[in-house]
Protein backbone atom coordinates (compact mmCIF):
# COMPACT_ATOMS: atom_id res chain seq x y z
CA UNK A 1 0.00 0.00 0.00
CA UNK A 2 1.32 3.32 -0.73
CA UNK A 3 2.39 5.70 2.12
CA UNK A 4 3.42 9.10 3.07
CA UNK A 5 7.38 8.52 4.05
CA UNK A 6 9.72 11.48 6.22
CA UNK A 7 12.89 11.37 7.44
CA UNK A 8 14.38 11.70 9.77
CA UNK A 9 12.10 10.04 12.27
CA UNK A 10 14.33 11.92 14.94
CA UNK A 11 15.49 15.12 14.67
CA UNK A 12 17.47 16.83 17.67
CA UNK A 13 18.68 20.66 17.48
CA UNK A 14 20.08 23.47 18.80
CA UNK A 15 18.16 26.54 19.34
CA UNK A 16 18.71 28.72 16.29
CA UNK A 17 20.07 26.12 13.92
CA UNK A 18 18.20 25.68 10.96
CA UNK A 19 16.32 22.02 10.14
CA UNK A 20 15.31 20.61 7.46
CA UNK A 21 12.17 17.93 7.21
CA UNK A 22 12.14 15.54 4.25
CA UNK A 23 8.84 13.86 3.02
CA UNK A 24 7.82 11.81 0.42
CA UNK A 25 4.41 12.25 -0.07
CA UNK A 26 2.43 9.41 -2.15
CA UNK A 27 3.33 9.63 -6.02
CA UNK A 28 -0.04 10.43 -7.80
CA UNK A 29 -1.42 13.08 -5.08
CA UNK A 30 -1.43 16.75 -5.97
CA UNK A 31 -1.64 17.67 -2.73
CA UNK A 32 0.50 18.02 -0.14
CA UNK A 33 0.78 19.13 3.79
CA UNK A 34 2.99 20.40 6.88
CA UNK A 35 1.04 19.91 10.04
CA UNK A 36 2.59 19.52 13.85
CA UNK A 37 1.54 17.80 17.10
CA UNK A 38 3.20 19.10 20.28
CA UNK A 39 3.23 16.68 22.92
CA UNK A 40 -0.44 15.82 23.97
CA UNK A 41 -2.21 18.40 21.86
CA UNK A 42 -4.03 18.01 18.87
CA UNK A 43 -2.93 18.14 15.55
CA UNK A 44 -2.41 21.79 13.97
CA UNK A 45 -2.06 22.34 10.26
CA UNK A 46 1.14 24.84 9.12
CA UNK A 47 0.78 24.68 5.98
CA UNK A 48 -0.94 23.48 2.18
CA UNK A 49 0.68 23.10 -1.06
CA UNK A 50 -0.34 23.21 -4.78
CA UNK A 51 0.99 23.59 -7.84
CA UNK A 52 4.67 24.24 -6.71
CA UNK A 53 3.15 27.06 -4.75
CA UNK A 54 1.58 27.66 -0.86
CA UNK A 55 -2.32 27.42 -1.34
CA UNK A 56 -2.96 28.25 2.38
CA UNK A 57 -0.83 28.57 5.62
CA UNK A 58 -2.01 29.05 9.27
CA UNK A 59 -0.25 31.88 11.90
CA UNK A 60 1.93 29.20 13.20
CA UNK A 61 3.57 28.84 9.43
CA UNK A 62 5.78 32.65 9.79
CA UNK A 63 8.84 33.70 8.29
CA UNK A 64 10.99 30.91 10.32
CA UNK A 65 8.84 28.24 8.33
CA UNK A 66 9.42 27.64 4.44
CA UNK A 67 8.58 24.81 1.94
CA UNK A 68 9.70 23.41 -1.03
CA UNK A 69 9.37 20.81 -3.21
CA UNK A 70 12.67 20.44 -5.02
CA UNK A 71 12.17 17.81 -6.90
CA UNK A 72 9.50 15.20 -8.98
CA UNK A 73 9.26 13.29 -5.39
CA UNK A 74 10.55 15.14 -2.27
CA UNK A 75 8.57 17.68 0.17
CA UNK A 76 10.25 19.52 2.60
CA UNK A 77 9.60 22.09 5.83
CA UNK A 78 12.36 23.44 6.68
CA UNK A 79 12.86 26.18 10.23
CA UNK A 80 15.60 28.67 9.93
CA UNK A 81 15.86 29.57 13.47
CA UNK A 82 14.53 26.93 15.97
CA UNK A 83 13.12 27.99 18.82
CA UNK A 84 12.29 25.79 22.03
CA UNK A 85 8.23 25.64 20.85
CA UNK A 86 9.19 24.13 17.92
CA UNK A 87 9.83 21.29 19.62
CA UNK A 88 6.94 19.01 18.22
CA UNK A 89 6.14 16.47 16.16
CA UNK A 90 5.89 17.24 12.33
CA UNK A 91 3.72 15.31 10.09
CA UNK A 92 3.73 15.20 6.56
CA UNK A 93 0.46 14.34 4.32
CA UNK A 94 -0.83 14.34 1.13
CA UNK A 95 -4.25 13.95 -0.99
CA UNK A 96 -5.17 13.33 -4.07
CA UNK A 97 -7.71 15.35 -4.34
CA UNK A 98 -9.30 18.12 -2.39
CA UNK A 99 -13.34 17.16 -2.06
CA UNK A 100 -15.28 14.22 -1.04
CA UNK A 101 -12.39 11.17 -1.21
CA UNK A 102 -9.62 13.84 -0.74
CA UNK A 103 -8.64 12.51 2.50
CA UNK A 104 -5.04 13.24 3.72
CA UNK A 105 -2.40 10.28 4.19
CA UNK A 106 -0.04 10.96 7.13
CA UNK A 107 3.09 10.09 7.07
CA UNK A 108 4.79 9.09 10.72
CA UNK A 109 6.25 12.12 11.49
CA UNK A 110 9.83 13.50 12.42
CA UNK A 111 9.90 14.20 16.07
CA UNK A 112 11.93 17.46 16.24
CA UNK A 113 13.39 18.26 20.09
CA UNK A 114 15.22 21.97 20.08
CA UNK A 115 17.35 22.12 22.79
CA UNK B 1 -10.09 29.61 21.76
CA UNK B 2 -9.99 26.54 22.48
CA UNK B 3 -7.83 25.17 25.65
CA UNK B 4 -5.77 22.31 25.05
CA UNK B 5 -3.46 20.87 27.42
CA UNK B 6 -1.33 17.11 28.40
CA UNK B 7 -4.71 15.57 29.38
CA UNK B 8 -7.07 13.90 26.66
CA UNK B 9 -10.60 12.61 27.72
CA UNK B 10 -10.09 9.09 27.74
CA UNK B 11 -12.70 6.13 27.46
CA UNK B 12 -11.84 2.48 28.79
CA UNK B 13 -13.51 -0.70 27.72
CA UNK B 14 -13.56 -4.57 27.90
CA UNK B 15 -12.45 -6.68 24.70
CA UNK B 16 -15.80 -7.22 22.82
CA UNK B 17 -17.34 -3.85 23.98
CA UNK B 18 -18.81 -1.32 21.49
CA UNK B 19 -17.27 2.14 21.60
CA UNK B 20 -18.23 5.52 21.08
CA UNK B 21 -16.34 8.48 20.84
CA UNK B 22 -17.95 11.93 20.76
CA UNK B 23 -16.33 15.07 18.64
CA UNK B 24 -18.01 18.82 18.80
CA UNK B 25 -16.90 20.22 15.47
CA UNK B 26 -16.22 24.42 15.21
CA UNK B 27 -17.42 25.63 11.96
CA UNK B 28 -20.67 25.23 10.66
CA UNK B 29 -19.61 25.52 7.08
CA UNK B 30 -18.27 22.40 7.51
CA UNK B 31 -19.37 19.86 5.16
CA UNK B 32 -16.91 16.86 5.28
CA UNK B 33 -15.85 14.91 8.32
CA UNK B 34 -12.96 12.19 8.85
CA UNK B 35 -12.36 10.39 11.83
CA UNK B 36 -8.67 9.72 12.42
CA UNK B 37 -6.76 6.68 14.31
CA UNK B 38 -3.14 7.71 16.39
CA UNK B 39 -1.08 5.42 17.45
CA UNK B 40 1.64 6.32 19.99
CA UNK B 41 4.86 7.50 17.75
CA UNK B 42 2.58 7.41 14.08
CA UNK B 43 0.67 9.16 12.29
CA UNK B 44 -2.64 9.76 12.37
CA UNK B 45 -4.26 7.05 9.85
CA UNK B 46 -7.95 7.34 8.35
CA UNK B 47 -11.15 5.36 9.54
CA UNK B 48 -13.32 6.80 8.28
CA UNK B 49 -15.56 10.15 6.97
CA UNK B 50 -19.04 11.67 6.46
CA UNK B 51 -19.93 14.06 4.19
CA UNK B 52 -22.59 16.87 5.40
CA UNK B 53 -25.52 15.55 3.37
CA UNK B 54 -25.39 12.08 5.19
CA UNK B 55 -26.13 11.54 8.83
CA UNK B 56 -24.15 8.01 9.44
CA UNK B 57 -22.01 6.12 7.73
CA UNK B 58 -20.76 2.66 7.70
CA UNK B 59 -17.26 0.82 7.49
CA UNK B 60 -15.72 -2.29 8.53
CA UNK B 61 -16.76 -2.52 12.80
CA UNK B 62 -17.21 0.92 12.49
CA UNK B 63 -20.17 3.70 12.03
CA UNK B 64 -19.98 7.35 12.00
CA UNK B 65 -22.76 9.48 12.44
CA UNK B 66 -23.51 13.12 12.24
CA UNK B 67 -25.79 15.23 13.81
CA UNK B 68 -25.09 19.19 11.80
CA UNK B 69 -27.99 20.66 14.34
CA UNK B 70 -25.58 20.08 16.93
CA UNK B 71 -22.86 20.26 15.20
CA UNK B 72 -21.72 16.96 16.60
CA UNK B 73 -20.25 13.90 15.67
CA UNK B 74 -19.34 10.02 16.79
CA UNK B 75 -17.33 7.43 16.24
CA UNK B 76 -19.03 3.86 17.48
CA UNK B 77 -16.29 0.96 17.27
CA UNK B 78 -18.11 -2.37 17.48
CA UNK B 79 -16.50 -5.56 19.09
CA UNK B 80 -13.60 -3.09 20.27
CA UNK B 81 -9.53 -5.04 19.92
CA UNK B 82 -7.12 -4.41 22.17
CA UNK B 83 -6.01 -3.47 18.39
CA UNK B 84 -8.17 -0.39 18.74
CA UNK B 85 -6.31 1.35 21.46
CA UNK B 86 -5.69 4.69 20.09
CA UNK B 87 -6.18 8.57 20.44
CA UNK B 88 -9.32 9.44 17.84
CA UNK B 89 -8.91 12.40 16.59
CA UNK B 90 -12.01 13.76 14.55
CA UNK B 91 -11.48 16.23 11.72
CA UNK B 92 -13.65 18.92 9.83
CA UNK B 93 -13.22 20.67 6.57
CA UNK B 94 -15.04 22.55 3.82
CA UNK B 95 -15.02 20.69 0.45
CA UNK B 96 -13.10 22.82 -2.54
CA UNK B 97 -10.31 25.79 -2.46
CA UNK B 98 -7.86 25.05 -0.03
CA UNK B 99 -9.50 24.79 2.62
CA UNK B 100 -7.60 22.01 5.00
CA UNK B 101 -8.14 19.63 7.45
CA UNK B 102 -8.92 21.27 11.36
CA UNK B 103 -8.77 18.30 13.75
CA UNK B 104 -10.08 18.19 17.19
CA UNK B 105 -8.81 17.71 20.83
CA UNK B 106 -8.50 14.01 20.37
CA UNK B 107 -10.15 10.98 22.86
CA UNK B 108 -7.67 8.34 23.98
CA UNK B 109 -9.34 4.63 24.30
CA UNK B 110 -8.08 2.36 26.14
CA UNK B 111 -9.30 -1.88 25.24
CA UNK B 112 -8.49 -4.08 28.08
CA UNK B 113 -8.75 -7.62 27.33
Known amino acids: EPEVTQTPSHQVTQMGQEVILRCVPI?????FYWYRQILGQKVEFLVSFYNNEISEKSEIFDDQFSVERPDGSNFTLKIRSTKLEDSAMYFCASSEALGWGGEAFFGQGTRLTVV | GESVGLHLPTLSVQEGDNSIINCAYSNSASDYFIWYKQESGKGPQFIID?????DKRQGQRVTVLLNKTVKHLSLQIAATQPGDSAVYFCAEKIIGGYSTLTFGKGTMLLVSP
Open chain 2, 50 to 54: IRSNM
Open chain 1, 27 to 31: SNHLY
